[in-house]
C-alpha cells in the first residue's frame, strides 16, 4: 500500500468512526464498512430496558379518554420488579383512574433524549390495587402531606404485554429501513 492508499484508508475509517460518534442514531450498516449488526437477544434486551428506566425519575402514563383519544401525563414510577411490572401511586380521584377503570391498556413511556440513549416502552394492562399492605411496603414520604393516612391513595400496577426498546449504547436500535424497534412480548414469562 502505498502513502496516498494508507492515507485514504485512515482518514475514511475515521470519518466513518465520527459519523458513528456524532450521529449514534445512524445504523451500523449505513456507515462505509460496517457488517449488518445481530439481533438483540431477549436478557440483552431486557438489560438494555433496565438501564434506560434506571437512568429516569418519570416517565409518562398514557391512557385512553371517554372518546378513546391518548392522555398523557407525567408519573413518579417505582422501579421495575424483576418481571418488569411497574407500580405507580396516585389520587384515587383522577381522571387516569377513571379511564383505567374504563379500559386497563395502557404504555409507560421512558426516555432519555438529552443524552439520546434511548427510549423504553412498556404496554400492558393496569390494575388499580387499594390494599393498605402494599400501600405501607411500597410508602414514599411526600404521601405524609399528599395522601394522610393514605386517604384518597391508590397504586397503579402495570403488568408489562409488550416492551420495546431502543438504546444505542447497547446495540438495541431500530431496523434500518422501518425504524421499528427491537420488541419483546413480555406475556410469556422469562
Known sequence: MNRKEFLTS????ALAGLIVSCF????????????????????????AAREIVAGQTYCALITQDDEGRPQVRTMNPFPPEEDMTVWIATSSLTRKVQH???????TLYY????????YVAIAGRAELVDDRAEM???????????FPGFKNLVLIKVIPERMDVLNYSRGALGDPETWRTPSLDLKKGP
Open 10 to 13: 485512515t482518514l475514511k475509517t
Open 24 to 47: 449514534p442514531r445512524l445504523s451500523r450498516a449505513e456507515t462505509a464498512e460496517e457488517k449488518p449488526r445481530a439481533p438483540v437477544g431477549r436478557p440483552e434486551l431486557i438489560a
Open 100 to 106: 383505567i377503570r374504563r379500559d386497563p391498556h395502557v
Open 111 to 118: 426516555s432519555n433524549h438529552g443524552q439520546a440513549t434511548g
Open 136 to 146: 405501607i411496603k411500597r410508602k414514599r414520604a411526600y404521601w405524609d402531606s399528599a
